[in-house]
């Protein structure tokens, strides 16, 4: 039971950091770009007390968690502020600083699933592991007394969240990164861009509950790829 409860522990640090990250990833790329507001609003760092939003880093993921068994949650931390006026480029900065959270994302996924593939258990082990990463009674048994299934195991967590944030948020939907994307691609009236932030939180909602078929699908093969480079 205590091995149950470090690796859900574990999980949820994961969890918070890839959030952590992605956020300071967009505040390091608007620095890049000429606006110094995250800077001097003191958001780059890691601390976890400078990003936690009270609903989206602890009820809501307490939420999921309990209600799925703890064996699924997910989150946001408070978002990294930045002035879209002070980018050096005005057309496509905004979507710089949009896609440098899920890049963020992307190459921490990479990263681990390159460390996973250097970890020396046999690739059954590996494949075990992989099927019941967040089952937490059968995952504690199959790392039971094994180093390198414990670090592998960890590795996993760390591309699946980091995945899934990456890959959700790159739907070009607003508030979503992915919809910055489609604003400096398809051009858009002011009022037009307007509209649809002001409502997309609706029709991200829209798009959730009916293609969340497909949805689940695209996800679970972008995480099947990257836990393919950790075999």
């Known amino acids: 039971m205590l091995n149950e409860i470090v690796l859900i522990v574990f999980y949820v640090i994961i969890l918070l950091y890839a959030v952590i990250i992605h956020e300071v990833a967009h505040g390091f790329m608007a620095l890049w770009l000429g606006d110094t507001t995250a800077k001097y609003a ?21 939420f999921m968690l309990l209600t799925s068994g703890f064996r699924f949650a997910f989150g946001w931390a408070k978002p990294v502020p930045y002035n879209p006026y002070n980018l ?17 994302n992307i190459i921490l996924a990479i990263i681990f699933a390159i460390a996973a593939r250097m970890i020396n258990i046999p690739v059954a082990a590996k494949l075990d592991i992989i099927a019941n990463f967040n089952d937490w009674s059968n995952v504690s048994a199959v790392i039971a007394g094994s180093i390198g299934s414990i670090f592998f195991e960890l590795c996993v967590v760390v591309i699946f969240w980091n995945v899934l944030l990456a890959f959700f948020n790159l739907i070009p939907i607003p508030p979503l990164d992915g919809s910055k994307l489609l604003f400096a691609i398809l051009p858009m009236k002011i009022e037009t861009m307007a509209m649809l932030e002001q409502f997309g939180f609706i029709f991200l909602l829209f798009f959730i509950i009916f293609f969340s078929g497909p949805l689940g699908v695209f996800l679970n093969f972008m995480l099947r790829l990257f836990l393919g480079i950790a075999l």
């Open 42 to 62: 003191d958001r780059l760092n890691l601390n976890p007390l400078k990003h936690i939003d009270p609903i989206g880093s602890i009820v809501a993921p307490l």
């Open 88 to 104: 050096k480029n005005q057309k496509w900065g905004p979507a710089l600083v949009a896609l440098a959270g899920p890049g963020s």
